[in-house]
């Protein structure tokens, strides 16, 4: 059907449904059915089966398992069956390892998903986009993303932009007639909106054509899917240096198999041990631990309120030296709260803040009651009147149902004893003439009890008191001379010292009969009634996220569209701007060229009554000084300053899909408190993956030097290959991925931010790694020498020796993997995973030494009790012997 071509009329019945009702709840069950959920099909995802058979495509796994069938031909079938084992295990264990992280991204893709407003039965509600079906009718305003294709049916200067379809950047004037020409391209049809496609201004109401696959969206499918799990920086540089570490380890494994046969050894078992200490060397789990390790540390994100849309901002956290972030809202609890009132040359403080309506009237110290005050009385009763705001409660919290600055007048009179159901038994509101930014100025015509009418109006100070003749004063009407003007601008300029936003309100009793035909004849010949001061309080945890983001090296800059003072007041009890910290604003920013800006704004704390546009100038200027910069925003136009940022944070409650869809990060509170949780989530996901890493090199590193020096030294093999794979097994796995769940260390936010070039082995963790790794294979290689020397008759109980030594020094060294500094800077019971990953490892080890049927297959026989003084004693060198120079620094 060409629904381009029809009227309103001809589409309802086209469509059997209704643009003034709605679908019927029923009538959605059961185009639902036929058609299915308003979605696009991705591309088949891999099976369970395929990518458990895909752990085994590994080049070092192909090889032993070809070693594994030589093992049976030549009947050595216990070796097989447990190196077939040891491989099974190690399948299963990298199969979840990959599920949990898939179901991990796809969580998170649900989360994210869109809305739309749909009106069904008569209602509007807002659902999930997938829940829309054929028929229904959407509304949609600027920053909201279309959720299928639609004939637009009412628009108000609606433009719509549709890249993703069209290549075209500039966006589409849309229209709500029919169309009954030829159109050459999808981009012609303009009373159409698309599926994925973003609205940049005004507002619309389309009935939904065309779902899922049927849009024009799904016909094209393959560009918009995005099922391929994104590969971080990280996850890039580890895939680099797990190529280096395969030639490394080949290199080495081959230079140990000539050796080994140059003296003396057969070729197979050389073989079978080559192949062993390479598969043991190359941590082929490291990819999939590093993406269970982001993908629970967004996990953890989620519960602090931050949800992760690209798994690389995660590593670019850890970077960030600059959060750009927005005032209201985010640093402030976005609830106007009225703190003073002022009229006829008094002022009296409010008590309470945020929307509970409990509070006093305090005339200096003095308690008062509002009624017994005329003036005061009537500026709350006037201020209630004019006023579309209504308080209900959500979650056992107060919450404002409309305009901020209005719920602050409603609360304000609440606390006075006034509701807008008391006062509607005495006033009858006969005619209104909204707010419109022009005129600044809302009004009501109302009529009282007695069928007397007045106007009432509120809004801007300045623009109200120019439309007034008169003043309330000492509780009586009076001429407004030049001085009350002053008395009235000295109040303004007081509550604006404070930080308060004002809003002025005033009265004109109208004759008996009067008809008034537009605004302009009802805000004019005024009485002033007076002002109400009001605050967005900060945010009570913010300060302390400031704070503490000081200390980790991270500048904190408050950008808004309010007023200079009101932005310094609140920044300045924040503890943003300090000292000889500078505010900017707009106008200045407008004459500054990107050089200027570049030269000052990094001394710059503020940036006050700018445009969203200026956050892109503000963003770029911080990243030519060379700063990794989180920009937060909630706005359609605020999207290309969150796209640019190195971390664009869009808002989750006030923030619109443009925003969403440009951020790397989205807050579901909207609070800057959460930010300061990221970054630090984000700096010890970092940290966590560099343990693992040191840990699991360091431990391979140890592995191949026992083997090699052996060789050297012309001594027999102090490990079989099956007691190679077997402590590859217990001692990388769950100790490795123990370290990933490991708590942050203590002065994890007081160091600088990590430099986003930073290599892996940077601040000394290569030295560490080899370092450890040698001290680790020279202690399991003395502890073989020391028995096999004493009893060269039993090479079967020294090589059950340099087992137990290797996997108790490894067991050792994932605690020292804990920190930076040394074992001994950490509590070692703090990470209550590693404990339990310690104890399984530690039991896997006895039972390959002790139970009787296990030790034929990893060739062991039980250690006497004064041998493990041997085994732990070696075992402890090779942290315990750095430790030691850790302290000796210390004390110096």
């Known amino acids: 059907m060409k629904f381009r ?69 030549l009947g050595e079938y216990i070796d097989a069956i447990a190196i077939i084992a040891i491989i099974l295990v190690n399948g299963f264990l990298g199969f979840f390892q990959e599920r949990k992280a898939e179901k991990s991204l796809e969580a998170l893709k649900q989360m994210a998903a869109p809305q739309v407003q749909v009106l069904r039965d008569g209602e509007w509600k807002r659902i999930p986009s997938r829940e829309a079906v054929m028929g229904d009718i959407l509304k949609f305003t600027s920053g909201d ?57 005004g507002s619309g109401t389309g009935v939904v054509v065309a779902t899922g696959m049927e849009t024009a969206m799904g016909k094209i499918a393959d560009l918009l899917q995005s099922t391929e799990t994104q590969i971080t920086p990280l996850q890039r540089r580890l895939e680099q240096l797990g190529k280096i570490l395969i030639f490394t380890a080949l290199f080495l494994t081959i230079v140990v198999v000539a050796t080994g046969i140059l003296q003396g050894n057969d070729l197979y078992t050389m073989f079978l041990s080559g192949v062993s200490l390479a598969v043991a060397a190359i941590p082929e789990g490291l990819p999939a631990i590093v993406t269970v390790a982001l993908s629970l540390g967004v996990q953890r994100m989620i519960r602090k ?53 409990d509070g006093e009237f305090y005339d200096g110290e003095k308690k008062v009651a509002p009624k017994s005050d005329k003036s005061l009385h009537q500026l709350l009763t006037f201020g209630l009147l004019c006023n579309h705001a209504d308080l209900v409660v959500k979650d056992s919290k107060y919450v404002v149902d409309g305009d901020p600055t209005e719920g602050a007048l409603l609360v304000s009179a609440m606390k006075a004893g006034l509701t807008r159901e008391s006062i509607m038994n005495n006033f009858t509101i006969v ?45 009586k009407s009076q001429f407004l001379s030049k001085e009350n003007i002053n008395h009235v601008q000295e109040a303004i300029n007081g509550l604006a010292r404070q930080a308060l936003r004002t809003i002025a309100i005033g009265f004109k009793p109208l004759s008996p009969g009067t008809i008034l035909l537009d605004e302009a004849e009802a805000e004019r010949n005024l009485v002033f009634i007076g002002l109400q001061g009001m605050i967005d309080p900060p945010r009570a945890e913010v300060g302390l996220a400031v704070k503490e983001s000081r200390e980790a090296g991270i500048k904190t800059v408050m950008i808004t569209g ?18 000889k910290e500078k505010v900017i604003e707009g106008k200045q920013l407008a004459e500054m060229s990107m050089g200027d800006l570049e030269d000052v704004v990094e001394d710059v704390a503020v940036f006050a009554r700018v445009s969203p546009e200026d956050k892109l100038k503000i963003v770029k200027a911080f990243q030519n000084k060379g700063h990794i910069v989180a920009m937060t925003g909630d706005g359609v136009n605020d999207a290309p300053a969150i796209k640019t940022a190195d971390i664009g944070i869009a808002m989750g409650i006030t923030g619109t899909d443009v925003a969403k869809e440009a951020s790397s990060l989205i807050l579901l509170d909207d609070n800057f408190a959460s930010i300061k949780s990221a970054i630090a989530e984000g700096r010890n996901i970092y940290e966590n993956i560099r343990k693992f890493i040191r840990y699991l090199l360091a431990s391979n590193v140890g592995e191949i030097m026992v083997m090699f020096f052996a060789m050297l030294m012309a001594l027999p093999l102090p490990l079989v290959p099956i007691q190679i794979l077997w402590v590859n097994l217990v001692t990388d796995g769950l100790p490795a991925m123990a370290l990933g769940l490991d708590k942050a260390e203590g002065d994890l936010m007081k160091r600088k931010p990590r430099h986003p070039n930073e290599g892996v082995f940077a601040r000394g963790l290569g030295w560490k790694v ?39 020094a490894q067991l050792i060294h994932v605690f020292d993997c804990r920190s930076e500094k040394s074992i001994l800077a950490r509590n070692p019971f703090g990470n209550k995973y590693l404990i339990g990953a310690v104890i399984s490892s530690l039991l896997l080890m006895l039972i390959a030494i002790y139970y009787p049927p296990f030790q034929p297959i990893f060739h062991t026989v039980p250690i006497a009790m ?17 430790a030691g120079t850790f302290l000796v620094r210390k004390t110096k």
């Open 305 to 357: 309120n931050a949800i992760v849309r690209k798994l690389p901002a995660v590593e670019t956290l850890g970077c960030a030296s600059v959060i750009c972030s927005d005032k209201t809202g985010t640093m402030t609890q976005n609830k106007m709260t009225v703190t003073h009132v002022w009229s006829g040359g008094k002022t009296w403080n409010v008590s309470g803040t945020g929307y509970q309506p």
């Open 5 to 73: 071509e029809m009227d309103t009329q001809q589409i309802e019945t086209a469509l059997e449904t209704s643009v003034r009702l709605g679908l019927k709840e029923a009538e959605v069950n059961k185009r639902q059915q036929l058609k299915g959920y308003n979605e696009l099909q991705e591309g088949e995802k891999q099976s369970a089966i395929l990518l458990f058979f895909a752990q085994f495509k590994d080049f070092m796994v192909i090889v032993l398992l070809a070693a594994t069938l030589i093992s049976g031909i």
């Open 145 to 201: 993303r279309i959720g299928a294709d639609l004939r637009i049916i009412e628009s108000a200067s609606l433009e719509i932009e549709e890249s993703a379809l069209t290549g075209e950047s500039v966006p589409v004037a849309k229209l709500n007639e029919a169309i009954r020409y030829d159109v050459e391209s999808i981009g012609d049809e303009v009373n159409l909106a698309f599926m994925g496609t973003m609205v940049t201004r």
């Open 770 to 808: 080899i370092s450890r790794g040698i001290l680790i294979g020279l202690a399991t290689l003395i502890a073989f020498i020391v028995v096999y020397k004493n009893n060269p008759d039993n090479l079967v109980y020294a090589q059950t020796i340099a087992f137990a030594t290797l996997v108790m």
């Open 866 to 882: 004064r041998d493990w003084l041997l085994v732990i004693g070696m075992a402890s060198i090779p942290t315990f012997l750095l």
């Open 562 to 579: 309010d007023h200079a003072q009101t932005a310094k007041a609140i920044a300045s009890q924040l503890g943003i701007l300090r000292g």
């Open 431 to 475: 005619k209104e003439f909204p707010f419109d930014s022009t005129r600044k100025m809302m009004s009501v015509v109302v009529k009282d009890e007695n069928g007397k009418q007045f106007v009432v109006v509120k809004g801007a100070p300045d623009v109200l008191i120019s439309r007034c003749d008169s003043i309330l004063w000492s509780q």
